[in-house]
């Protein structure tokens, strides 16, 4: 099973709200990643967790939360987000922190009113 | 500042050409190239990598070409298909403190015309 399973796949939100984003995979990989993408762009990366700690933060703004409750799933809580962080989310893992091929989900597409 | 730079932004290509995608890098310190295809609404999927001591590989229809001194690598595809039809992106490796990291290309997007 290589397979990265994001939800919900479409997300819309005030700019009030309080939301998370959800990423699970199963296949005992213990790097896990976020990105964010926006129209016609490369993804970006947001956080990195290695073996359940966050090990890279790409200066992202503190209204994005990550967490990582556990080997399998990757959070990204959202509060007061702008209009221009409306974009893909994309969640990825690799086999470990040390090991490039990482496996990304359908990501989320999340829309700031 | 680019890390990795692509071309073709835009490519339309007819059923059964080659696609050719070419990127190049600056940074020496990369140490792994891979190609991503995504197609709309989807995530990207790793298509095909190689790494710096090898100039050439091969997965069914899709090579990579890696030019080492001249820093540069390209994807083709040979008979493509309009299935093929998707955004098409480069990437190069490289190690920190943390995790391995991975700069994208700006992307291609690839037409196949039946």
């Known amino acids: 099973d290589t397979e990265v399973t994001q939800t919900p796949k479409h997300l819309v939100m005030g700019m009030t709200n309080k939301k998370s984003l959800k990423c699970e995979q199963h296949?005992?990989?213990?790097?896990m990643y976020w990105y964010k993408q926006k129209a016609k762009k490369p993804p970006e990366l947001m956080f990195v967790?290695?073996?359940?700690?966050?090990?890279i933060n790409e200066s992202v703004p503190s209204r994005f939360s990550p967490e990582c409750p556990n080997s399998s799933l990757l959070n990204l809580h959202l509060h007061a987000l702008q209009p221009e962080d409306s974009a893909l989310y994309l969640c990825?893992?690799?086999?470990?922190?040390?090991?490039?091929?990482?496996?990304f989900g359908p990501g989320t597409r999340l829309t700031v009113t | 500042q680019q890390q990795v730079k692509q071309s073709p932004q835009s490519l339309i290509v007819q059923k059964g050409g080659i696609s050719i995608i070419n990127c190049a890098y600056e940074?020496?310190?990369?140490?792994?190239f891979p190609w991503y295809q995504q197609f709309p609404g989807k995530g990207p999927a790793l298509l095909i990598a190689?790494?710096?001591?090898?100039s050439e590989k091969k997965e069914g229809r899709f090579t990579i070409s890696f030019n080492k001194s001249a820093k540069q690598f390209s994807l083709h595809i040979m008979d493509s298909q309009p299935g093929d039809s998707a955004t098409y992106f480069c990437?190069?490796?490289?190690?920190?403190?943390?995790?391995?990291?991975?700069?994208f290309g700006t992307g291609t997007r690839l037409t196949v015309i039946p």
């Open positions: 990825a893992s690799s086999q470990d922190p040390v090991n490039y091929e990482q496996y």
């Open positions: 296949m005992g990989h213990r790097a």
């Open positions: 967790y290695s073996y359940e700690k966050l090990s």
């Open positions: 940074n020496t310190a990369f140490d792994y």
């Open positions: 190689i790494r710096p001591d090898v």
């Open positions: 990437a190069a490796g490289y190690r920190q403190t943390g995790a391995n990291n991975l700069f």
